[in-house]
């Protein structure tokens, strides 16, 4: 089958790629693009292991064909935070021990980061309801609950002390 | 998961859709939010040869709400009907149903359009469609025409739509009266086991106006007239609700699956319709 251009901006870098149409957005970024941050799980967008933030809305890349994402802004989990310098997010669930396997974890941070923009002050069963399309088989999401909620607690303090600082 | 290869096309207007569409014949397929569709590709239930992607297509997306007149375009997604304020005013029983399909981010993507029109027994929409009595506007090569909602299934995946047609919008009047959208499901994400709508109006405790629907409990959605008919001016009362989810459960025919045998699905759809129309009749 004849391969198609696909462009789009990852973590905020434009890409170009040739890509089969029925290529999916989660193979394009793993396989084209390198950035392995999202996981295949189920494949059946049920598990939530490859969800990314496409055009600021969180998606299972595994139910996206590449060509359907030409001109988005994607972000993956490699695009919030990196080794020296963690997301408040990736900070909290290392703080608190979100996660146990780890497989889960990138798809959990990104659906966490856009939940945490649509609700920045939830409740505990806002944070469960938010995550419900995110499945871990390890941890009983306790301490993934926990992180959230230290991440919305972390994130907005220092929206604060910026707020003081501009004041 | 892989599915066969297709070609993929992008019309950014209707009628290149349509002209795509009666090219291709059944060789075509739209693809709206794909959460559908997607997952039958990957499974090769299906063999599409080409795929025409509606996301370019702006005229047939948003919510216009004139006075009590709602039209919905097909590509408007789950998430936007929750977050639309006045339609929550207007039909709230809208943001019920859809906080109840699959998950957030399937919501960010999965359109009422595709949900609809697909014709899977188990989605919800179709339900709430046959509540609200709604009507759909297909656009084909021979013109738009209007279907009503409880004349669009036919059987499961089959619908009166034609090959070349594609569904634009969907519209219906804003109800008035009570309202609740009760939904069984295993775990979410999951369909129903048993789901029923009901919007019904009481004045001086007899009931004056009553819709109820059921999905995932026949191999369409399933419009309870009969049910209806039992309620319609009379006194609300245990006597007459246990008569109303009788006629309900008889008129649903649901088939053995994962989700359980047939007598547990109609025990379940017996629960669900009395649930919905407690918290109905409490809403009036």
Do not use: W
């Not at chain 1, 669930?93 to 002050?121: A, D, V």
């Not at chain 2, 005229?59 to 998430?79: D, F, L, R």
């Amino acid at each position: 089958m004849e391969k198609i251009n696909v462009t789009m901006t990852v973590n905020g870098k434009e890409e170009t790629l040739s890509v089969e149409p029925r290529t999916l957005l989660v193979h394009a970024l793993r396989e084209h693009l390198d950035y392995t941050g999202a996981h295949i799980g189920c494949s059946s967008s049920h598990c939530g292991a490859c969800t990314i933030d496409m055009n600021g809305k969180s998606v299972k890349s595994c139910t996206v064909f590449a060509p359907q994402a030409e001109g988005a802004e994607i972000l993956t989990v490699e695009g919030i935070g990196s080794p020296d310098k963690l997301h408040a997010i990736q900070e909290m669930f290392k703080e608190h021990h979100g996660l146990q396997c780890g497989y889960c974890t990138p798809g959990m941070i990104m659906r966490s980061y856009r939940f945490l923009q649509e609700n920045p002050n939830p409740t505990e069963e806002e944070v469960r309801f938010g995550i419900s399309g995110n499945l871990c088989r390890c941890t009983g999401y306790q301490n993934i609950v926990k992180s959230i909620m230290a991440a919305a607690d972390k994130i907005r303090d220092e929206a604060n002390v910026e707020k003081k600082e501009i004041a | 998961m892989i599915p066969s290869a297709f070609t993929f096309y992008k019309p950014d207007n209707i009628e290149k859709a349509i002209s795509l569409m009666s090219d291709f014949g059944d060789e075509a397929r739209v693809i709206a939010g794909g959460h559908s569709l997607i997952p039958v590709m990957k499974q090769r239930l299906t063999d599409i040869k080409h795929l025409i992607d509606l996301s370019g297509i702006n005229e047939i997306k948003g919510i216009e709400i004139t006075g009590n007149q709602i039209s919905i375009g097909a590509m408007t997604t789950q998430v936007e009907l929750i977050n639309n304020e006045e339609l929550f005013k207007k039909a709230p029983i809208i943001r019920e149903a859809s906080l109840q399909i699959a998950d957030p981010q399937v919501r960010n993507l999965g359109t009422i359009g595709g949900n609809v029109a697909n014709g899977d027994p188990a989605n919800d929409m179709p339900g709430l469609m046959q509540l609200l009595d709604a009507t759909y506007k297909l656009s084909g090569s021979n013109g738009v025409r209007d279907v009503k909602a409880r004349e669009f299934y036919e059987g499961a995946y089959f619908t009166v739509r034609e090959d070349d047609e594609i569904l634009i919008s969907i519209s219906f009047d804003a109800p008035s009266g009570g309202y609740a959208y009760e939904k069984q499901k295993r775990k979410i994400g999951d369909y129903a086991t048993a789901a029923a709508g009901v919007i019904l109006k009481v004045e001086n405790n007899m009931c004056s106006s009553a819709s109820i629907a059921l999905t995932n409990l026949s191999d369409t959605p399933v419009y309870c007239n009969k049910a209806v008919d039992i309620i319609l001016g009379k006194e609300i009362d245990n006597n007459i609700l246990t008569q109303v989810t009788e006629a309900c459960v008889d008129q649903s025919d649901p088939v053995a699956d994962q989700r359980g045998p047939v007598e547990f699905k109609k025990y379940v759809a017996g629960i669900v319709i009395k649930k919905a129309l407690t918290r109905a009749i409490e809403r009036t």
